[in-house]
Each structure stands twice: as structure tokens, then as C-alpha cells.
């Protein structure tokens, strides 16, 4: 629906969908391992629809910090969002266990236009550029410690 409004440039990030427990368990390790487990998600989200996939017993929230809250307390034993959600909590005693295959593209959205193709070229020129020169990779590491702009 999105494609029919808006062009989007070429992708500058790729996130995939991490499946997040505390930093000391042992006893979930993959997606499957979450038959009859309870997962704390945003509500209505698609992490919790992957979730309740996989078996578990999705409890909705509001927020990435009371899904991680819960996962940290023992309230929930695993949570399932983006990666970067992890890597934005360094200090925090968690450990991504599982990440999905497929990744999601991060791309920026431009309406279309008459003119707007002009613009989608300058962007898609100006995102070639920043990750020529490595900045793009700099970026990302600098704020989640990690390059998620390599591509699938």
C-alpha cells in the first residue's frame, strides 16, 4: 500500500527480528524453543504475532523498555523485536539468541510527485556516497555499536 504513495530509496540499513532473553538463560536458544513460553511484545505488533507463531504466549505492552523490563524481572522469558533494540541496551544483561533470516530494508520514503524523481535520485546519489566513503558504517557503529548497513 506504502509503494502506491511513495518511492523509497535504496536501502541504507537492514534489520532483522531478534528473539531476546536475559543474559542467563540457557533453555531458549531458538525461535522453536518458544512452544509455551511467555514473550512480553508491543501490542498488535508482528513480533507478537511471530511469537504466538512460534507457540508462545505473547503478553502486549506499550514500550521496548517494559518488554525488556519484563524479560530482566523474569515476568516474561524472552522477547521477540528489532535487533537494534538490543544493541541500543549495551550494558543491559540480555543476549540476542536468534535473529530471523530475513531482514527488513531501512529506506527512506519520498511521495511521489510530479517531481519527485529528481529528489529520489539525489537521495539515492547522496546514501552511495555516505556509504563509499564509509560513513554510513560509521554511523551505525557509533550508535548501535554495530554495521547494520551491509546489506542481506
Do not use: C, W
Amino acid at each position: 500500500e506504502r509503494a502506491m504513495k511513495y518511492d523509497f530509496s535504496t536501502p541504507y540499513g537492514y534489520i532483522r527480528t531478534a528473539l531476546i532473553v536475559r543474559g542467563d538463560r540457557e533453555d531458549i536458544a531458538s525461535f522453536e524453543d518458544l512452544a509455551g513460553k511467555r514473550t512480553a511484545n508491543s501490542i498488535s505488533s508482528t513480533y507478537m504475532l511471530l511469537a504466538e507463531s512460534y507457540g508462545a504466549t505473547a503478553m502486549g505492552v506499550d514500550t521496548l523498555d517494559e518488554t525488556l523490563a519484563m524479560v530482566l524481572s523474569g515476568r516474561a522469558d524472552a522477547t521477540l523485536n528489532a535487533e537494534v533494540s538490543f544493541y541500543v541496551h549495551p550494558d543491559a544483561n540480555l543476549k540476542v539468541v536468534a535473529l530471523t533470516d530475513e531482514a527488513s530494508q531501512v529506506a527512506m520514503p519520498i511521495r511521489k510527485e510530479a517531481d519527485s524523481a529528481s529528489l529520489l535520485a539525489a537521495v539515492n546519489q547522496a546514501i552511495d556516497e555516505l556509504r563509499a566513503e564509509g560513513e554510513l558504517t560509521r554511523i551505525s557503529e557509533k550508535y548501535f555499536g554495530k554495521d547494520i548497513t551491509a546489506g542481506e
